[in-house]
């Protein structure tokens, strides 16, 4: 992205704007069609297996690729602009303390090499929507559109609706990636403007769901209850990531599927596979893995996937 204004958080008008950290074009997986995602930034959920924990916070961020750093010696730049003695020399390049960084992102602006780099703009609903636009040739040949993903594009709620209501004034599909954690209120105001909804079960049993998450499942299933009471004609597609030593047994699909069974209306239920692509981004934030070397049989996981079908 090449578009928006650098802003610290507390000056966001959420009406009027928002905070994007990615467009995403060309994408075939995320509703009808081929798909422009919009990542909103803000989650009120911690899954332990995130794969965009660039989302998780609601302000720009400052990334750090060691890879890409000139060194200390040779340039220096970020180290000179940062105010609170954050960047520190470290093995010939430099480290960020994130306990000091403000994500002023005064030292992205100036480093030359591009290791340093924000994360997060504050953008228009015409700024996006005009990128999006520009695969609209592919949109009317394939039914596509735009789909708001995140973080939890509820989060900004102001922000979504209004895209949305955009998009489809000028002819666009949309849809929404949610986890349905969210109040109410927001969650009618966008879905007004939503033609298909993807929502995450990630488990059932609430403590669990909390361990793994930061938060209980209880409101979650209350809304999307709601949801397919109130938006009776709204196509839903419920996604479960299927997680190491979290949700990976036949019993904790099986109580999915059971649930979504008890609900009288089409539903559409698809598994996801876990992958560690995420990986990289936990580093250039300075945090680490929670999921450690943790993986999934592919095999294990085609079994599940027939359950979910079942």
């Not at 695969?135 to 709620?157: V, W």
Request: proline share 5%.
């Amino acid at each position: 992205m090449n578009k928006g204004t650098k802003i610290m958080p507390n000056k966001v008008d959420a009406a009027k704007m928002g905070i994007v950290f990615n467009i995403q074009k060309f994408s075939v997986h995320d509703g009808p069609g081929i798909r422009t995602l919009v990542f909103l930034k803000g989650c009120p959920l911690r899954c332990q297996w995130c794969s965009n924990p660039e989302s998780n916070l609601g302000h720009p961020e400052v990334l750090y690729n060691s890879s890409k750093c000139i060194g200390k010696e040779e340039c220096d730049y970020c180290t000179k602009v940062c105010q609170t003695g954050a960047i520190t020399e470290s093995a010939g390049k430099i480290a960020i303390n994130r306990d000091l960084c403000t994500n002023c992102t005064d030292c992205a602006a100036v480093c030359p090499a591009k290791a340093l780099e924000v994360c997060g703009l504050l953008m228009t609903v015409d700024e996006v929507l005009n990128t999006v636009e520009e695969d609209s040739i592919f949109y009317s040949r394939s039914g596509g559109g735009i789909t708001l993903s995140g973080g939890e594009p509820l989060m900004q709620a102001d922000f979504a609706a209004g895209l949305l209501q955009e998009a489809r004034r000028r002819g666009m599909d949309t849809a929404i990636e949610t986890t349905g954690f969210s109040d109410w209120s927001n969650i009618k105001k966008v879905f007004e403007y939503v033609d298909t909804v993807y929502f995450d079960i990630k488990c059932m049993d609430s403590a669990k769901h909390k361990q793994g998450t930061g938060v209980a499942n209880e409101k979650i299933l209350e809304n999307f209850k709601r949801i397919c009471t109130e938006f009776p004609m709204k196509p839903i597609v419920v996604r479960t990531p299927v997680i190491p030593d979290f949700n990976d047994t036949k019993e904790d699909i099986e109580s999915i599927v059971n649930f979504l069974k008890s609900i009288p209306r089409p539903i559409e239920y698809e598994l996801l596979e876990y992958h560690r692509f995420g990986e990289s981004k936990y580093t250039a934030l300075g945090r680490i893995y929670p999921l450690g070397t943790a993986g999934l049989d592919h095999q294990k996981f085609l079994e599940l996937d027939q359950i979910a079908k079942s």
